[in-house]
């Protein structure tokens, strides 16, 4: 008969949830942990369809918990991989400055990225950036020598081989939807399970989750899908790695930039639209209740008012090739229409306060003897591990771990 009855169970497949589930079991081994995720396979959504990018750290607010997890996080990521033969390449990205106004911006994300502990950043003239990447043209650009690529779908799967080796009564359990909890006992897909403690890292969810917990919440979890291109096979060499724009001051998202993927791909993107269903990955995708609840909600309306005109050229582009092509262009002229195909689209959890205003930084809060990961931007895939260990850290304190 499968084993009912767990220490702790994390609700959520996905990076974080791994993360923590890892930490706490190599901080516990004693520990008989479970991992719920709803899909067939782990790291399906956020995880498995993000840009596969290393952040090194340079956009974040001094200071705050993103700054300080991505910068150690980063580390520790790396260090996961090299023992874990998880493959990953520190390849280095140009931030691309296309005018005045961006070229000061560079020297602001040049002392931010300082400050939170980067090194090797430098300002780069054309002559100096086209030796990195030849075909982008600009006034100025950011080196930032500490960013790379690693597929986090590899890590996540590699995370829950190392939960099971540490404890072989831990398990991770996937095709299994929680549906209801209540004091200790889980309702699932899969039948009735029991926990003295629930860790939910439910993403896209995270305010359902809380919800059904009796938080009281001042925010909605409001999904953006962000739709790519790839450079076709005779194109891909006219990008080496990793070319970024100069983000939006405004908006917490870093523009349409160049990635290579750890198997070989270049994409180009993503935009960011507002979708009409949380897991939304196709422009039609349509869920009554998931609109009802988005456009009910005052953050929503709020960040469209403020922010019209970026939602509206954003909506354009997601459905003209031509003007995807024109934003690609703006730091690579000689793109042509035939050179992008299109490619996959992912969706990203934005927590929205009732003000209409991002709450941009991770936010986990405890309840009863339950943890909540309430919201975990990007750079969650890279700061996971340092993720991981502050909620095992909350954990140890607030379930009284020995």
Request: hydrophobic share 40%.
């Amino acid at each position: 008969m499968k084993k009912t009855e767990f220490d702790i169970a994390i609700v959520g497949g996905g990076i974080v949830g791994l993360a923590t589930a890892y930490k706490l079991q190599l901080n516990f081994p004693n520990l008989n942990l479970v991992v719920f995720e709803k899909e067939k396979e782990l790291a399906f959504h956020q995880t498995g369809r993000n840009s596969g990018v290393i952040h090194s750290g340079l956009y974040y607010k001094n200071g705050s918990l993103k700054a300080k997890n991505c910068v150690e996080g980063r580390k520790d990521l790396i260090q996961f991989a090299e023992q874990n033969n998880v493959e990953y390449d520190i390849c280095g990205k140009i931030v691309v400055a296309i005018n005045k106004e961006e070229e000061e911006r560079l020297e602001q994300l040049r002392t931010n990225g300082e400050k939170n502990g980067l090194k090797g950043l430098s300002i780069l003239g054309p002559e100096e950036f086209k030796k990195i990447e030849p075909n982008v043209e600009g006034l100025k650009a950011l080196w930032v020598p500490e960013s790379g690529i690693i597929d986090y779908k590899e890590v996540v799967n590699k995370l829950a081989e190392k939960v099971k080796l540490i404890n072989n009564s831990s398990e991770v359990i996937t095709n299994c939807e929680v549906k209801n909890y209540n004091n200790s006992e889980i309702k699932t897909s899969k039948g009735t399970f029991k926990a003295i403690h629930i860790i939910f890292c439910g993403g896209l969810f995270a305010d359902r989750l809380a919800a059904k917990d009796k938080i009281k919440l001042n925010m909605q979890i409001v999904g953006f899908r962000g739709d790519y291109y790839e450079l076709t096979e005779q194109a891909k060499s006219k990008v080496n790695n990793l070319i970024y724009p100069v983000p939006n001051a405004e908006f917490p998202f870093l523009g349409v930039h160049f990635t290579r993927m750890i198997g070989g791909k270049i994409e180009c993107g993503p935009n960011a639209v507002f979708t009409f269903k949380r897991e939304g990955y196709s422009k039609t995708d349509f869920n009554l209740k998931d609109t009802l609840r988005a456009l009910s909600f005052s953050g929503t309306w709020r960040l469209f008012i403020n922010h019209w005109k970026f939602g509206l050229n954003e909506y354009k582009r997601a459905f003209s090739k031509s003007l995807f092509l024109k934003e690609l262009q703006k730091m690579m002229p000689l793109l042509k229409m035939d050179n992008i195909v299109v490619g996959r689209s992912g969706v990203r959890a934005m927590a929205l306060g009732d003000n209409g205003e991002v709450i941009d930084d991770f936010k986990i809060i405890k309840n009863k003897k339950n943890i909540h990961v309430l919201n975990a931007p990007s750079p969650a895939a890279t700061a996971c591990l340092a993720i991981g260990e502050q909620i095992m850290l909350e954990a140890k304190i607030h379930f009284n771990l020995k």
